[in-house]
């Protein structure tokens, strides 16, 4: 069964860059037709998709909101894929969670079924 | 973006009740939603995709139904473990987003 983990430091210093991976354990990062993807939620808060990433690589979309700052990368062999998140604020403090989306021919589409445990990172000095 | 709006915000309902959430999409989204429920401390998990389709090992007293702009999630005979934060979320135009969410307690 497959699983998502994420890791980074929990802490970030204003204006630096924020550098998460997500690991994919039990299963192939390259199987399937998938998009991985990141969404965060601030505390008590509602829930932001930041972008995604096609397993090749070939294909990112970015939430336009956060698009200059906003890198998504993949390494298949690793069977990771990773944000990076540039200048960031306190608004940028949230919970980060990296979750598989279904696409094309497979089963729920365009859905977020298996999420990772989410990390907390907060932003300050 | 697509803004997808939520209601109520938050409910109170007792043991054995039928609680129905409303997600409303600014434009027509045709079937495009999926529902998410959100427990304490714990990621999401999805109920309903594709708005009225119930997802493997989800249990049956949930159910989703609507098209195109309005569409609602129900829960025919709530349960004590159902307390969580319910999410609609479309996938009809990038960028995804999520209603802002209804809070369900128990009264």
């Known amino acids: 069964q497959v699983q998502l983990q994420e890791s980074g430091p929990g802490l970030v210093k204003p204006s630096q860059t924020l550098s998460l991976t997500c690991t994919v354990s039990g299963g192939s990062l390259s199987r399937g037709t998938y998009y991985w993807s990141w969404i965060r939620q601030p505390a008590g808060k509602g829930l932001e998709w930041i972008g995604r990433?096609?397993?090749?690589?070939?294909?990112?979309n970015y939430n336009p909101s956060l698009k200059s700052r906003l890198t998504i990368s993949v390494e298949t062999s690793k069977k990771q894929f990773s944000l990076k998140l540039s200048s960031v604020t306190a608004a940028d403090t949230a919970v980060y969670y990296c979750?598989?989306?279904?696409?094309?021919?497979?089963?729920?589409?365009?859905?977020?079924?298996?999420w990772g445990q989410g990390t907390m990172v907060t932003v300050s000095s | 973006d697509i803004q997808m709006t939520q209601s109520p915000s938050s409910l109170s309902a007792s043991v054995g009740d039928r609680v129905t959430i409303t997600c409303q999409a600014s434009q027509d989204i045709s079937n495009y939603l999926n529902w998410y429920q959100q427990k304490p401390g714990k990621a999401p998990k999805v109920l309903i995709y594709?708005?009225?389709n119930l997802e493997t090992g989800v249990p049956s007293r949930f159910s989703g139904s609507g098209s195109g702009t309005d569409f609602s999630f129900t829960i025919s005979s709530l349960q004590p473990e159902d307390i969580a934060t319910y999410y609609c979320?479309?996938?009809?135009?990038?960028?995804?987003?999520f209603g802002q969410g209804t809070r369900l307690e128990i009264k």
């Open positions: 990433i096609s397993t090749s690589g070939s294909t990112t």
């Open positions: 594709d708005a009225s």
């Open positions: 979320q479309q996938y009809d135009n990038l960028p995804f987003t």
């Open positions: 979750a598989r989306e279904g696409v094309g021919a497979a089963p729920l589409k365009g859905a977020f079924d298996i």
